[in-house]
């Protein structure tokens, strides 16, 4: 099955920073690839995500990136600001009509004002 | 629309004692996962259900079991519960058809003595 690698555990920048999670996947035949905030205490709610017909995909300060031939996707976040810290979590899609994903073990952020 | 829903919020068990978390949707999805987030661990999949009416195991289905005799429904059981089964609790949807962005429900949190 799908095995998800997430770096690094923790990551403090100030704030203005650029932050990069990194993450990589076992699977080749994934193509789904989403990103989740999670504050505390609160729910994982999708911020970002991308297929793997795609190599880029930018929203506003946040964008993915996705390698299939090395198989890791990265989440970039530009112009930090303390609301943005929180854990990020990384998942790839399992193959078999069931939508599952596997989820990285999970990035805390701390932008420090 | 309330979206996705759990029931309970919190809940203190002593071992062996049996519960039922009940996840809620009003979104007419057709894919409903159970998952449990422990310290480190990253989202967890318990069991999940591809539609009404079926079910299958994920990651960590050991000493749990569901429930989809409603498509809106989702039960999660413990018939035993010990306190390795100290966890928050997600429930997740998807609506399917090519629409992967799983939802999630607000969390249960279950401590076990």
């Known amino acids: 099955g799908e095995n998800v690698e997430q770096h690094p555990s923790t990551l403090s920048v100030q704030e203005g920073d650029s932050a990069v999670i990194k993450c990589t996947y076992s699977?080749?035949?994934?193509?789904?690839f989403p990103w989740y905030k999670q504050e505390l205490g609160k729910r994982p709610q999708l911020i970002i995500d991308?297929?793997?017909?795609?190599g880029e995909k930018k929203d506003q300060r946040i964008a993915v990136t996705l390698n299939k031939t090395a198989k890791h996707f990265s989440l970039h976040i530009t112009e930090t600001q303390p609301e943005d810290s929180a854990v990020y979590f990384c998942?790839?899609?399992?193959?078999?009509?069931?939508?599952?994903?596997?989820f990285g073990k999970g990035t805390k952020l701390t932008v420090n004002p | 629309n309330a979206g996705v829903t759990q029931t309970p919020k919190f809940r203190v068990l002593k071992t062996g004692q049996s519960m039922t978390l009940l996840c809620a949707q009003d979104?007419?999805?057709?894919?409903m996962y159970w998952y449990r987030q422990d310290p480190g661990m990253g989202l967890r999949l318990i069991h999940y259900?591809?539609?009404?009416?079926?079910?299958a195991k994920g990651e960590v289905p050991d000493g749990y079991n569901v429930s989809r005799l409603k498509k809106q429904n989702f039960l999660l059981g413990l018939e035993s519960a010990a306190p390795s089964q100290t966890s928050v609790y997600f429930c997740?949807?998807?609506?399917?058809?090519?629409?992967?962005?799983?939802?999630f429900g607000p969390g249960t949190r279950l401590t076990v003595l």
């Open positions: 699977d080749s035949a994934s193509n789904y």
């Open positions: 998942a790839a899609s399992e193959e078999g009509g069931s939508e599952k994903l596997v």
């Open positions: 259900s591809v539609g009404e009416g079926t079910t």
């Open positions: 979104m007419n999805h057709e894919y």
């Open positions: 991308i297929r793997s017909n795609v």
């Open positions: 997740a949807t998807v609506l399917g058809g090519n629409r992967n962005e799983q939802f």
